[in-house]
């Protein structure tokens, strides 16, 4: 079974500040995670994911995440926040595309707040 | 890329009716698709499974009687919410699960009154 834990439901930082958000995982599989941002009201849009090939990796709008399994995290990175970065992100996890254990298990969510 | 359209985006019913929410892939075949329920400020919940041509795989606590779904095609999954109460409004996303990607519907924001 896959789950996943995401440390602070609310972070905040100031525009221009070093974005963290943190993802810690369990899985009984090797895992491929995900994360993803969420504006209100809206669907869910992909930074990144790691499917098991390079353990850092860069998404769009300058997010980058390394996977490092000695830590079970995939923790979330961009070192320059904009105003525009506040929304909800989520750290999600599966055991592949394909078999038993394609599921998308999602974590709690955090919060990021930008401030000027 | 490969699109997921959801439909409704937004219902309003009232209490002891039934809505069906309908997710659709566009230009490719999805043989499992996903639903999700998401409660205000909170995550995503993954209801079921739906896999072409089968029943259901619902999660643990979901009531398969209450949340009908069926996916007769491969290009469509549909979510029966059925008579629906107050406690049910919830956002609902749909994902389809292609070679290498979960793509995500646009949510469908279910109001009972």
């Known amino acids: 079974a896959q789950s996943v834990t995401q440390l602070g439901s609310h972070v905040s930082v100031s525009e221009g500040a070093l974005v963290l958000l943190r993802c810690n995982y369990s899985?009984?599989?090797?895992?491929?995670l995900f994360w993803y941002v969420q504006y209100p009201n809206q669907g869910l849009q992909l930074l990144l994911k790691?499917?098991?090939?390079?353990?850092l990796v860069k998404g769009i709008n300058g997010f980058e995440a390394e996977f490092k399994k000695s830590e079970t995290s995939f923790h979330l990175t961009k070192p320059s926040a904009h105003m525009s970065d506040a929304a909800e992100y989520f750290c999600?996890?599966?055991?592949?595309?394909?078999?038993?254990?394609?599921?998308?298990?999602f974590g709690a969510g955090t919060r990021l707040a930008v401030h000027p | 890329g490969a699109v997921v359209s959801q439909h409704p985006s937004w219902v309003i019913c009232k209490s002891g009716t039934s809505v069906k929410i309908e997710c659709r892939s566009l230009?490719?075949?999805?043989?499992?698709m996903f639903w999700y329920r998401q409660f205000p400020k909170q995550s995503l919940m993954l209801m079921a499974t739906?896999?072409?041509?089968?029943?259901?795989?619902?999660e643990q606590g979901v009531e398969k009687d209450k949340f009908l779904i069926n996916h007769a095609s491969l290009t469509l999954s549909t979510l029966t919410v059925t008579s629906a109460h107050p406690e049910d409004s919830s956002f609902y996303i749909c994902?389809?699960?292609?070679?290498?990607?979960?793509?995500f519907g646009s949510g469908t924001r279910l109001t009972v009154v």
């Open positions: 994902s389809a699960l292609l070679p290498g990607a979960y793509t």
């Open positions: 230009d490719f075949q999805a043989t499992t």
């Open positions: 790691y499917t098991s090939a390079a353990t």
């Open positions: 739906s896999n072409e041509g089968s029943k259901a795989t619902y």
């Open positions: 999600a996890v599966s055991g592949g595309f394909s078999g038993g254990y394609n599921k998308l298990i």
């Open positions: 899985s009984s599989v090797p895992p491929y």
